[in-house]
């Protein structure tokens, strides 16, 4: 079975959707929440760079050295949720974290904006028009967000293999339609994808290895297993530095025979 990414509008009804896709499936689930929370165990990191983000245009050098770290984190904790099939993930952005895989679907879930305003209203206790400010709020930032991290625009329909919009449809019938797509032969797991997603997820435990290790948390290294081999691409350096590297990824089960390629800047490169 499948990995099912919902990316959320604020205020769109995903909640209830997974609710109902849970308790229907029988899949576990996973948010965005749930990842900042392992994230967060490295030094708070991930609230560190949500708190940057408001400054980031202004401060986009110190917000800068946070994002390579938090990539790499949120990665290795997504990886290790998915490397077991049958999970849904809820999130905004989430899905730019992993490359478009045969057993990953992509979902966008949106609501007309007097329904959010209403959701809203319920939820904060709030008037109308504290409701319309912080669904304004809560969308920019989230698109702005999208941008930093993946320079990518989370609205654009070409991300996403399905979108529903909940002022068409009730969330029954949301529900239906993605556990028949869910269903579906084409986004079955294969050994091909099962494998993919492990090798994914031993070049995502060396970064994070190595983000979190003091000799070099300041480096940008990114890890790729290509056809049995592990390859490091990062910034030239020393010999001693390259051992220390060398020493870090050996100690990660699966990382005792790698190579190290410098010269190479993976900043954007978060969907290998």
């Known amino acids: 079975m499948p990995i099912l990414f919902i990316s959320r509008g604020t205020m769109s009804g995903v909640y209830k959707l997974v609710d109902c896709l849970t308790e229907s499936t029988g899949f576990r689930c996973a948010s965005h929440e ?10 708070e990191l991930a609230t560190r760079v ?15 050295k946070l ?11 997504l990886l290790e949720e998915v490397l077991e099939d049958n999970m849904i993930y ?21 609501a007309p904006l007097d329904l959010r305003i209403k959701m809203t209203m319920e939820r904060l206790k709030c008037v109308e028009k504290a409701a319309r400010d912080y669904i304004t709020k809560v969308d920019d930032e989230r698109v702005r967000w999208a941008r930093f991290m993946f320079a990518r625009d989370l609205r654009d329909p070409k991300y996403y293999d399905v979108h529903l919009n909940l002022g068409h449809m009730s969330i029954k019938a ?14 079955k797991a294969t050994h091909e994808t099962r494998t993919r997603v492990e090798q994914l997820l031993l070049a995502a435990s060396v970064e994070a290895a190595l983000v979190t290790d003091p000799r070099t948390h300041t480096l940008e290294i990114a890890a790729k297993v290509e056809e049995g081999v592990l390859s490091l ?40």
């Open 34 to 43: 749930s990842l900042t929370k392992i994230v967060n165990r490295y030094g």
């Open 50 to 64: 949500v708190e940057k983000l408001a400054d980031a245009i202004s401060g986009y050098d110190q917000f800068s």
């Open 67 to 77: 994002r390579w770290p938090y990539l790499v984190l949120m990665r290795h904790a």
């Open 90 to 110: 809820n999130g905004y952005s989430g899905h730019f974290l992993l490359p478009p895989l045969q057993h990953f679907i992509r979902v966008r879930i949106d």
């Open 174 to 187: 949301m529900c239906g339609i993605c556990e028949q797509v869910m269903a579906a032969e084409e986004f």
């Open 233 to 272: 691409l990062g910034p030239y350096l020393e010999g001693a530095e390259v051992k220390t590297v060398m020493e870090i990824a050996a100690k990660v089960p699966g990382g005792e025979k790698v190579r190290y390629t410098p010269g190479y800047a993976p900043t954007l490169d978060v969907q290998r």
